[in-house]
């Protein structure tokens, strides 16, 4: 019971080329080595109050596993949502919710993977840098199954009520193993559940819409107060267009179909108000600021024609790095640019319903917003860089490394986690470098600078 637990919460919502050479042959790596992205026109007149709401007691994952299959199991208050009623007894990641046959269910939340804890304290919209995917859910998705049967008739209210996570929770549970503690198979989790699912109406299909690529590529979860800034979502820029759509995509999980769906994304209206909302937590521990003055001059001479200025006047130039400028792992990137998905989410509802948005694939990476990064270690994309002094130093980037996931300690002095070098994998929690899709390289522009530089450099980013 308690590993079935465990798997709802993280539910909740090719490979690795060597080189750059490796690239797809249809794409030229000459094409372009900087893009900006465009905007698109948003929903507005959201509440962002509503929208909190709606994230942490909501029904948008649309079905799960009732409660009364638990019984009384479930007695942990919720001390950082503080919700009230039937959630006030379930951890912060969890949420029941009535379904749409009136029966109540519980399901993950978005706070699954946008909730961690930094020096104690649990902040909403960071990235959860503890995912544990290397498991094969798939026995366990065949034993849920089967203890729903014996539990429920097919004919009753509560098998109704959870037929169509069931039917998502056995599609994507081969799929989400990942080889690499930390990181979070998210694409692949939406890949896999769409893969059943009709793309005109969403409902549920029998027969698969593509093929899915065996090896598991997954990222590192980036903050979502940075979504305000965006003009493209995801790490390579992919999902564009109308933002509700791509934000509530968790719902594919559960929901039963394109009229379920339309009443999540009116409610995400209110949850990307809440995102316009959201701030990044400040540094809380001493800064010197005569370094960070001159911090601040090299990060804009350095940084900020990719990653913006911030300050009173902030500016974000939204662009996609191409992998040959970046040089960092290019799995993820070429990856999302063969799926399938990419295809099948062009031709669905989400695309061709208004408002629309769409998949476009890029052979490139975002140069993110940088609010709140002393927050948000590991770095790169793939989480494979423990903190930013050895981004800004490519030479102490570790091959193997691990921390204390138990109790991880902050470094102040290099802005990110206190590790342990290792020198090969030890256990499951050692990040390890060498395996396909979260090598450690690129980003190498921090390497021109002096010594002293890079430490101003810190210091200023302390501040943003």
Known sequence: MRRFVTTIL?????????????????????????K???????????DAAQGLEYLINGDYIGSGVPLTFYGDRFSVRDTVLNRKGVNANLPYVLTAFTAANGVEVMSGNCFTCHAAAVNGQTILGLGNHLSDYDKNWSQLASLVNLGMKLKYRKDSKEWKAYEDFGHYF??????????QFGVNPAFRLAEACM??????DLSYQEEPN???????????????????KKNGLYYNGIGRGDFTKLLFQASVLG??????????????????AWLEELEPPRYPFPIDQEKAAKGKIIFEKNCSKCHGTYGEEETYPNKIIALEVIKTDPSYAIYATESGIVDWYNKSWFAQTSPKSFFEPSLG????????????????HNGSVPNIYSLLNSSHRPKYWSRNIDQIIYDPINIGWIYNIEKKKKSK????????????????FGDKLSEQARIDLLEYLKTI
């Open 10 to 34: 993280v539910l909740s919502f090719f490979f690795a080329c060597s080189t750059i050479n490796d690239l797809p042959k249809h794409y030229s790596i000459n094409e372009w080595k900087v």
């Open 365 to 380: 990476y975002i140069a993110p917003p940088l609010d709140g990064i002393w927050a948000s270690a590991p770095y790169l």
């Open 210 to 228: 593509y093929e899915m690529t065996a090896y598991p590529i997954a990222t590192d979860v980036p903050p979502l107060w940075n979504v305000k």
């Open 429 to 444: 929690t050692t990040y390890d470098t060498t395996l396909p899709a979260y090598s450690n390289r690129g980003h190498y």
């Open 170 to 179: 056995k599609a994507m549970a081969p799929t989400i193993e990942t080889n």
């Open 195 to 200: 893969n059943y699912r009709n793309p005109s």
């Open 36 to 46: 900006k992205i465009p905007s698109y026109s948003q929903q507005t007149g959201g």
């Open 255 to 272: 929901i039963s179909d394109s009229t379920a769906a339309r009443h999540a994304v009116q409610q995400f209206k209110h949850v990307l």
